[in-house]
């Protein structure tokens, strides 16, 4: 800098800040010596502050407006350098320029999963995203507390400790609800409002008022996700339609599979027995030792489905079975299934059926 370039800066006549910017939260008017000319004007736009500093202490604030700096206008500045009688030269004094807007669209987010603790599905990880918006309400301790020594301060630069202040905050508040985990997204507001409420002391110790505070999503693991949905769809359907269709899908099955019928005819006798016992469980929640299946009333028929050929076929009431017993396609060691039984057995080991073959006439010996 030459000596005429020093001798127009120590005469700076005019002090502003053109924020060009949407993220400048404080910015320092620089000029050579810190030297601010007698009678220069000062300009302060709407949603600014200028203010003045002597030795890292705060003199005179200006709010919006124009105004000739004299002794007048800067009187506690003038009582600390001890001007008693006016200036009439250069003065030195450091200037900053505040933005008193909100700053809004402020974005937040969990950079490691939270580890929530919930009554039904034990220990699991969570995250969240939001955002909230902020402005400075008390520069001193702004000042003090976050800018320091720095010229030009920006969103950016505060960034990431007004994230950890909310990230610690969301986390304390999680833990204090209790909420069980599928009502996180049916409460966000509440939730919002909640952990609002718990940061405001927080950013006031910097100077800093959190105007709004929003949580957009809280998300979890895609297992814990499905289980949820599959829950939420047990409560609202209808378990006996539900065992019907799981035995009429089993039975569709085995018919398109002819050659291993049989195999098909246990997987589809376990299905029946499964769709049977879920009716069971969840039409009678309030005897959970309840036995799986109801027996039929006194005086019912029995009946059973009998692999015959390998093919499944019946179901078969008493009197049809013992129509097969005498034609020879039901045997003592013939596979067969009814309602209750967890798989296809041996005919035999049915009590049930034991008369079939106690009744039944020897063959007609061979003259």
């Given at each position: ?12 006549d005019i ?18 010596k810190n030297e601010?000319k ?18 890292g ?9 124009t ?17 008693k009688?006016?200036?009439?030269s250069p003065?030195?004094?450091?200037v900053?320029f ?14 490691t999963?939270?580890?929530?603790n919930?009554s039904?599905?034990?220990?699991l990880?969570i995250r ?20 320091g020594t720095?010229g030009?301060?920006t ?5 990431q ?14 833990g204090?609800i209790n909420l069980?985990i599928?009502?996180y ?24 008022e ?5 949580i957009?999503n ?14 939420s769809r ?5 378990l006996?339609?539900?065992a019907q ?13 002819p050659s291993?019928?049989a195999g098909?005819?246990?997987?589809m006798?376990a ?5 049977n016992q879920?009716?069971q469980?969840f039409n009678?929640?309030s005897?959970?030792?309840?036995p ?14 009998v ?6 076929n019946?179901?078969f009431?008493?009197q ?8 020879g396609?039901?045997k003592r060691?013939?596979?067969v299934?009814k309602?209750g039984?967890?798989a ?6 049915q009590?049930e ?8 006439p020897p063959?007609?010996?061979s003259?």
């Amino acid at each position: 800098m030459g000596f005429f370039d020093k001798l127009r800066a120590e005469f700076v006549d005019i002090v502003e800040f053109l924020d060009n910017s949407n993220n400048t939260i404080i910015y320092r008017f620089e000029r050579y010596k810190n030297e601010i000319k007698n009678g220069a004007k000062l300009i302060v736009r709407e949603g600014q502050q200028a203010v003045f500093l002597n030795e890292g202490k705060i003199a005179d604030v200006f709010n919006p407006g124009t105004y000739t700096l004299t002794t007048e206008n800067l009187p506690i500045l003038a009582t600390l350098k001890g001007w008693k009688y006016g200036f009439n030269s250069p003065f030195k004094a450091e200037v900053y320029f505040l933005n008193t807007k909100t700053f809004i669209d402020q974005k937040w987010g969990t950079k490691t999963p939270i580890i929530l603790n919930d009554s039904r599905f034990g220990m699991l990880e969570i995250r969240a995203f939001g955002t909230y918006t902020f402005k400075i309400i008390e520069l001193e301790k702004f000042i003090r507390e976050i800018v320091g020594t720095k010229g030009i301060f920006t969103t950016e630069d505060i960034d990431q400790q007004l994230k950890s202040l909310i990230v610690t905050r969301f986390t304390n508040a999680v833990g204090q609800i209790n909420l069980p985990i599928e009502n996180y997204a049916a409460n966000l507001n509440d939730l919002s409002l909640n952990i609002f409420n718990f940061m405001q002391n927080d950013f006031l110790l910097y100077g800093i008022e959190v105007t709004k505070f929003l949580i957009e999503n809280v998300s979890m693991p895609e297992d814990i996700k499905k289980e949820i949905f599959e829950l939420s769809r047990l409560n609202v359907v209808d378990l006996n339609k539900l065992a019907q269709m799981k035995a009429a899908k089993a039975m569709e099955i085995a018919a398109a599979n002819p050659s291993g019928a049989a195999g098909a005819g246990v997987g589809m006798g376990a299905g029946f027995a499964m769709a049977n016992q879920m009716a069971q469980t969840f039409n009678n929640p309030s005897t959970p030792n309840a036995p799986l299946a109801t027996p039929p009333p006194l005086g019912a028929s029995i009946s059973y489905f009998v692999a015959i050929n390998n093919q499944q076929n019946g179901p078969f009431n008493e009197q049809q079975l013992h129509e097969l017993v005498v034609k020879g396609d039901l045997k003592r060691d013939s596979l067969v299934w009814k309602q209750g039984l967890a798989a296809w057995d041996k005919a035999e080991n049915q009590t049930e059926l034991q008369s079939l073959w106690n009744n039944t006439p020897p063959n007609i010996p061979s003259l």
